[in-house]
């Protein structure tokens, strides 16, 4: 309807003046028609006619048992008492008031500092100045009431002095404190009368309904079933906090780093910098020019390998590996090997997936130059002794690189402790972006390491004849690199330093141990890695069914598991097998997820529907 239509007469039945502005009445019919025919399905639109599944912040989909148990603030049956949480003892995850104005709308939550736009016609009215729409930006314009928050969104301190403290209703305020995030708290009005009791771990209860209403991914459905995310050996999902970081980045920063002399190059180079300085303190490093950004794990193998390799290692120099090495620390090493004539030897495995150290130390002598070995299986879950692995190495003299894609998230890394010459792992892995990983190296290691790439932002000066190199760690990022998803990595690694690395392995070494028995228990079920220490990788396979076959039924129960070589066929074969399924569990699982799994293959087992 256009503007003339609707001016042909005014709500008391009087003509308009031509070219008159429109009065507040007006205005508000006008916006009431606007919404009435923009909102309605269009001709193209199909017929709707169940109910939309729920994207991003919405009211939570869960099982009827699991939110009556929420709801009455019980813990799952399976759930041990350390991590038993009474309701007083935690602030509830905030959530939206209910929405006004428009019925049958959900309006859309507010992203930082934005007024929520809801209700009659102040959704489309023009505010006077500027509403900023993400944290950050012209603070005194921010709203007198607090938003609705986003998950945990960060007052991200540091160098950008422009972002405002959100102060959120429902949220204690911010805090130094790692773990100072407001499911780790107490209520903060009236404070509890008793402080929060510790439990024989050492380790902080933590609320896991709570955490799970920072990653909106999970109220997500699938076949009409609330998703059970247990593919978190392949990617773990995201907190709001990195969603949000990702879109402050690019609403406020967003520039090429190391140069140019404007405001927003030196926001996007602080902000960088400061995700660098996230990776190296997480890690242990010494120092942030030890902390590499590439692509991944997979990434910074390869640069070891082409860079390091290239120049150190030669015919009838040797690579150790063990058999439990995914693709990623293999493939580079054939590779390099045929190039330079050096010779790969594996360290075997016994049948329950242990590294048998004897014969890894049999196999290292004057010639080993280099050792690469895994922390922790993503095929098996099997946790390697990789201290004992480094010590062994260094007594030979070989430099050793440790993949810690697997263990980042479940394990608290200290390279300094472990010292290891290399260590690698990959942003996606622990609630972080894709495409964005880090190689650690030891400062002296990475002095007798050439450049991998050649380009802009690693030089220090370059002719037609030669080039200057700057020192590490711009040394091996030429280019312009992946400077959102290093600073969304940042952000995960503080959202983690806040929960706890030693509470995460604690609670989700209690979900491996409750579904570990509950699982081999289903008549058919072989599991596969049964290691004396493992992560929270549960590999199995069913008699009479593909593992492709069982990934399948279980999607249909909206559960989420990988089927397949898991980009690890040597250590499968070993094992007889060219495929499993794969449950991996992260600490925002449950109990309850669970026993729904555990339910769905027992039905598969038995052939029911």
């Keep these: 309807m256009s503007t003339s239509e609707f001016r042909g007469e005014r709500s008391d039945g009087t003509s308009p003046v031509p070219d008159q502005p429109l009065n507040e009445a007006e205005l508000s019919a006008l916006a009431s028609q606007l919404f009435a025919t923009s909102f309605r399905p269009g001709p193209d639109s199909p017929p709707v006619t169940t109910q939309v599944a729920p994207r991003g912040v919405v009211p939570d989909v869960t099982a009827p048992a699991s939110a009556a148990s929420a709801e009455a603030g019980l813990a799952h049956p399976g759930t041990p008492g350390e991590f038993v949480s009474g309701p007083e003892l935690f602030v509830p995850s905030p959530s939206s008031p209910a929405p006004e104005g428009f019925p049958g709308v959900v309006p859309l939550a507010p992203r930082g500092n934005a007024a929520n736009p809801i209700g009659g016609l102040e959704a489309f009215a023009v505010p006077t100045g500027l509403v900023p729409t993400t944290p950050g930006v012209l603070a005194s314009a921010r709203p007198s009431a607090p938003p609705a928050p ?20 429902g949220a204690p305020a911010p805090s130094d404190d790692a773990g100072s995030y407001y499911f780790l708290q107490s209520a903060a009005a009236p404070p509890p009368a008793e402080p929060v009791p510790s439990i024989p771990n050492d380790h902080e209860v933590f609320d896991v309904h709570a955490i799970r209403a920072d990653f909106p991914i999970l109220k997500e459905t699938v076949n009409g079933k609330p998703l059970i995310w247990f593919d978190n050996a392949a990617t773990t999902q995201k907190p709001q906090a990195v969603i949000d970081r990702l879109a402050h980045f690019y609403a406020h920063e967003n520039s090429n780093i190391h140069r140019a002399a404007h405001e927003l190059a030196a926001r996007a180079t602080d902000a960088y910098e400061e995700a660098r300085e996230a990776v190296r303190r997480f890690i242990g490093a010494a120092k942030t020019e030890e902390i590499i950004f590439v692509r991944g794990t997979t990434e910074a193998i390869n640069l ?46 016994d049948d329950a997936g242990n590294l048998l150290l004897s014969e890894f130390e049999d196999l290292l002598g004057p010639r080993t130059k280099l050792v690469a070995a895994t922390q922790v299986s993503n095929a098996l879950g099997t946790v390697t002794p990789v201290k004992t692995i480094v010590e062994l190495g260094h007594r030979y003299g070989a430099r050793v690189l440790i993949d810690g894609a697997q263990s980042i998230p479940h394990i608290p890394i200290d390279v300094a402790e472990l010292g290891a010459d290399f260590f690698v792992f990959s942003g996606h892995k622990i609630y972080g972006p894709t495409g964005i990983g880090v190689l650690y190296g030891r400062e002296d290691v990475l002095a007798e390491t050439p450049p991998w790439q050649g380009g802009g932002n690693m030089i220090a000066d370059v002719t037609l004849e030669r080039s200057v190199f700057q020192e590490p760690p711009n040394k091996f990022e030429a280019g312009t690199g992946n400077i959102a998803d290093a600073v969304g990595l940042g952000e995960a690694l503080r959202y983690v330093e806040r929960v706890g690395v030693e509470r995460i392995a604690a609670y989700e070494h209690a979900l491996l141990e409750y579904a570990t028995p509950r699982l081999a228990a289903i008549p058919g079920v072989r599991l596969v890695g049964t290691a004396d220490e493992k992560a929270s990788v549960l590999s199995f396979v069913l008699a009479g069914h593909e593992p492709l076959e069982v990934g399948k039924a279980l999607n249909a129960e909206g559960i989420a598991v990988r089927a397949g070589h898991h980009c690890a066929q040597p250590i499968l074969r070993r094992l007889g097998l060219e495929a499993t399924v794969r449950p991996s569990f992260a600490f925002y699982n449950t109990f309850e997820e669970i026993d729904v799994f555990i339910d769905a293959v027992r039905r598969i087992a038995e052939g029911s529907p």
């Design 150 to 169: 986003r998950g945990n969104v960060p007052s991200w301190p540091g160098s950008v002095p422009t972002v405002p403290e959100l102060n959120w209703s």
């Design 304 to 349: 070891v390998a082409y860079s390091w390799g290239r120049k150190h290692l030669g015919p009838g120099d040797e690579i150790v590996i063990t058999h439990l090495e995914h693709h990623a620390n293999i493939v580079p090493w054939q590779l390099i090997a045929q190039q330079t004539g050096a010779v790969i030897k594996v360290a075997p495995v």
